[in-house]
């Protein structure tokens, strides 16, 4: 492993351990288990950091996802915590627009992703103080501005960034030096990893966020709602035209 990569793990385990240390357990990592997943489950766990690992499972995972879940756990000797959506919520959406809503227009996927990501992340974010995220600033345009630690305007919830330098070459570096157990639809080429149904391999040259909601084929529009946007605005309580 050469000296910047080194230089990167430390900034990235440095984050982890001035958050940890400031919130203890209220801190909480939400896991999509992707690459980035990998990597930060193992900074956080080879260190012996006090940092839970929460994920959503929106019930449209894809197996393999389930399956680096499993591995990990065993690997680390840790239980993941498996957040799901409001039942009733679910049912009543489906009931009204089917069971394949978020192909029929932006707003509906965001609602679909609004009941089965953004509440069950609010609910679990309930008495936290901060959490973590994987986001790589060469992931879209909308994150090459992203700092290392933001603040929720509203909430005042922290948000710490450890992998925002990180390429996606370093990840598979380390998790190929570390032998870290990954997300087997990487080995059939997605990089980005969600629902089953709205994520895709992806060809030589397209951006990585073009494996999510390609149909809808915008930059902006291509992200769940869990970043993009204010936990007020998220929730709903700002009717102000920018609900998703
Ligand atoms: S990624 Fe697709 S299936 Fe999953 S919550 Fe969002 S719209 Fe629904």
Redesign the pocket.
């Known amino acids: 492993m050469d000296v910047t990569m080194s230089n990167k793990m430390e900034a990235s385990l440095q984050l982890l351990q001035q958050a940890a240390a400031k919130h203890g357990d209220a801190l909480v990592y939400p896991c999509s288990f992707g690459a980035e997943g990998s990597v930060m489950i193992d900074l956080i766990c080879r260190n012996g950091l006090n940092i839970s690992v929460m994920t959503l499972d929106?019930g449209?995972l894809p197996q393999a996802t389930y399956e680096v879940i499993e591995a990990v756990e065993k690997r680390y000797g840790i239980r993941v915590q498996v957040v799901v959506p409001d039942s009733d919520e679910v049912e009543s959406m489906v009931q009204t627009h089917g069971v394949n809503l978020?192909r029929q227009s932006v707003a509906l996927?965001k609602r679909?992703?609004e009941v089965?990501?953004v509440h069950p992340l609010m609910r679990s974010l309930q008495g936290k103080q901060a959490w973590v995220t994987g986001r790589r600033r060469e992931q879209s345009r909308g994150r090459a501005d992203l700092k290392p630690v933001e603040t929720d305007p509203v909430y005042k919830l922290i948000k710490y960034n450890p992998l925002l330098d990180w390429s996606w070459d370093d990840l598979w570096a380390y998790i190929r030096e570390y032998d870290v157990p990954y997300n087997k639809l990487h080995d059939a080429h997605y990089l980005s990893i969600?629902?089953e149904?709205?994520t895709r391999a992806i060809t030589v040259g397209e951006d990585e966020r073009a494996g999510r909601w390609w149909w809808e084929n915008d930059d902006v529009a291509a992200e769940?709602g869990l970043h993009v946007m204010s936990l007020k605005e998220v929730s709903g309580e700002i009717e102000d035209g920018e609900g998703i």
Do not use: Q
């Open positions: 929106t449209r978020f996927r679909c992703c089965r990501k969600g629902c149904c709205c769940c």
